[in-house]
């Protein structure tokens, strides 16, 4: 759960004296607007780009298009309020700008905004609606994924209740999807003068990640096209010529395990990529960028970056160098790789969080950039690594308002265990005082804490309290035996370190250790579980979307291939031990910690089934608890009203158990 830069000093702020009045608040939070989805102009004159922002009248989001110069100023909004628009691409010719949107209550279609002047014009007409688009290198076609139309998508009239659904696959549903069925996701393309389409792949599989080849014939996309797919992670990169009237795909890469994520080379002769190397469980293995030479049909992972997880590769426009986004000891950079020695170059690093880039034809880099205390705004990047930055989107929202500052220290868990975590101080700190503190557990636990702006621990710092938010083993960024090191020991060595990330803060002086409270949302509140379980030192607990008994999920929500390769089949006599092993369920008897318990009523990640257990055992031992489900909500909220309702209820809460 991202412009002007002579503004840039002015941006950026955080005052170690704020008034209270003017910290980060709820209502700060709800007013901020989200920047994505960049992409400059072929002519390098202006940088396209999403933003979205909560509608507080009508309880809702929405998104539209604007336009920055590259060279900074005024922004300008291209598409009409009313339908929400986002990712916007230019043409190749330079005359069109292309946007994702829902206009008129429709399906999602792809429109066309012609820059000397008119009405948006729809392209694309499918009832289902479509999922992505790209342009093609020459400008005259566009690839889309598209999914497979169901009955439902081609019912003329309303039905009074909707369809059984009839299910017969092993990976049979999805959050914020639902039950899965057989129909699929392929590629299609669209003769953009005559707005004819075709589909291009086809099958019982389910593809994504397409990619134009540069002379436009043929498209790269990703697909697991085993026997039965939904029993591995072994996804591949394919090639579809789309010249042919029936084309057959031709698989490029063989890798055991997952491949992804697909960049030509200018030259047409190599496509970059991310590949899995593991020898342990699929699900921790760190995405690494490879060089797919397709010649020789021979694939190599890039040394220098050996155990990093990249991101989003794309080669240069010379195709001397692959970009790509790496996560690296809690930083995100952009990194460049020479195409001919392999050398890694980090061209943006340290407190500076790249989430996007664009490119022009010429070499121009843009990138989308957040910091510790500013949310994501667009940046040109100089040769020489240097930032301008070019948008202020947040200007106005943030005017006056003090944020928390944050700083990264290092320590040791336990001997030999060297832990990063980020401790986030109230506006106002003053050193040499003790703060109550809470510990933020990170999701996944594939992921990490970074260097960009933290909605969350900006609101809970702005309340006084330090936020703590380590990167314990199971997070990426670190290498493979640090991301493996909680293989079937969800709880053990993870809690070690994040209970480690306090005890740093206490003995830096910083930390009150009669007030603390702990709280994580989705494996941040799985670990919660696990914490509370074995320690009573916190005053307070918030458990967000998480699990307690892991064989009640097990068929019910969308992770059995994890648990399988986690744990085995729980229903095995052999595996019993394990799974209650690793549940916190079998210890529940031991909490004391006063513990909020919340999530969504659709939730099909870590179904709310978790958070109803963990309620009602703790309401039977007499643990002070509470229960908020928000109705239709999945993994995430997204209804403004019930964001604000959460947070008013973690204030209460660490109000009630921290502070008094």
Do not use: C
């Not at 397409?210 to 002379?215: C, E, G, H, R």
């Amino acid at each position: 759960m991202t412009r002007f830069a002579p503004l840039l000093a002015l941006l950026f702020i955080g005052s170690a004296q704020a008034d209270s009045a003017n910290v980060f608040d709820i209502d700060t939070y709800l007013s901020m607007k989200g920047v994505s989805g960049i992409s400059v102009s072929p002519d390098g004159a202006f940088i396209a780009y999403t933003i979205s922002e909560n509608d507080l009248e009508k309880d809702t989001s929405a998104s539209a298009v604007w336009m920055i110069p590259a060279t900074g100023g005024e922004s300008m909004r291209m598409t009409t309020d009313g339908s929400s628009a986002w990712a916007p691409k230019w043409s190749p010719d330079n005359r069109f700008l292309a946007v994702l949107s829902d206009r008129k209550d429709e399906t999602t279609q792809v429109w066309l905004l012609d820059r000397r002047g008119g009405d948006a014009q729809q392209l694309t007409g499918f009832k289902q609606g479509i999922e992505s688009y790209d342009w093609s290198p020459d400008g005259k076609q566009m690839l889309l994924l598209v999914n497979d139309p169901t009955p439902a998508d081609l019912d003329e009239e309303e039905r009074p209740n909707p369809r059984p659904y009839v299910i017969d696959r092993l990976q049979f549903k999805e959050d914020y999807v639902g039950y899965l069925d057989r129909y699929r996701t392929h590629v299609h393309v669209v003769d953009v003068a005559s707005k004819e389409s075709r589909q291009v792949t086809f099958g019982d599989y389910d593809d994504s990640q397409p990619a134009w080849s540069p002379d436009s014939k043929t498209i790269a996309f990703v697909s697991n096209r085993t026997e039965f797919p939904d029993r591995n992670r072994n996804t591949d990169i394919w090639r579809v010529d789309v010249t042919e009237d029936k084309p057959e795909p031709e698989q490029l890469t063989t890798s055991p395990h997952r491949d992804a994520d697909p960049s030509w080379s200018p030259d047409g002769r190599y496509i970059a990529h991310t590949t899995d190397i593991t020898d342990g469980l699929p699900i921790y293995a760190i995405a690494q960028l490879a060089i797919l030479d397709l010649e020789s049909g021979e694939s190599q992972p890039v040394d220098a970056l050996a155990e990093v997880r990249v991101f989003d590769p794309e080669y240069s426009s010379n195709g001397q160098t692959v970009y790509g986004l790496a996560e690296y000891r809690g930083e995100q950079q952009l990194v460049a790789v020479s195409a001919a020695t392999g050398e890694v170059r980090r061209i943006v690093q340290g407190e500076n969080t790249v989430r996007e880039i664009t490119q022009t034809p010429g070499g121009k880099l843009f990138a989308l950039i957040a910091r510790p205390q500013y949310p994501a705004e667009i940046f040109a990047i100089a040769d020489d690594g240097s930032l301008s930055q070019l948008s202020a989107v947040h200007r106005d929202q943030l005017a006056g308002v003090t944020t928390a500052s944050v700083r990264k220290h290092t320590f040791e868990s336990e001997p030999g265990t060297s832990i990063d975590a980020f401790y986030v101080f109230p506006p106002g700190y003053r050193e040499g005082r003790r703060y109550p503190a809470v510990l933020h557990i990170h999701g996944g636990p594939q992921d990490q804490w970074n260097y960009g702006f933290d909605y969350e621990s900006q609101l809970l710092a702005s309340q006084g309290y330090i936020v703590v938010m380590p990167n314990p083993r199971g997070s990426f960024g670190y290498g493979q035996a640090f991301a493996e090191a909680i293989r079937a020991d969800w709880g053990g060595p993870d809690t070690v370190d994040v209970i480690a990330a306090m005890d740093y803060g206490i003995e830096q002086g910083w930390i009150d250790a009669d007030r603390m409270a702990v709280y994580g949302w989705s494996y941040g509140g799985i670990l919660t579980n696990h914490v509370i379980t074995r320690t009573d030192r916190f005053d307070a607990a918030i458990s967000g979307a998480s699990a307690t008994l892991y064989a009640a999920n097990y068929g019910h929500d969308m992770y059995q291939r994890w648990w399988e390769e986690e744990l085995g089949f729980p229903w095995l006599e052999e595996n019993k031990e394990a799974w209650e092993r690793m549940s916190p369920f079998y210890a529940l008897d031991r909490v004391t910690t006063p513990t909020l318990v919340v999530g969504g009523e659709i939730d099909w990640n870590v179904p709310i089934l978790n958070s109803e257990q963990l309620y009602i055992i703790l309401k039977r031992i007499g643990v002070p608890t509470r229960l908020v489900v928000y109705p239709d909500q999945y993994h995430g909220l997204s209804v403004p009203s019930y964001e604000k309702h959460l947070y008013e209820q973690y204030f209460e809460w660490l109000e009630t158990y921290v502070r008094d």
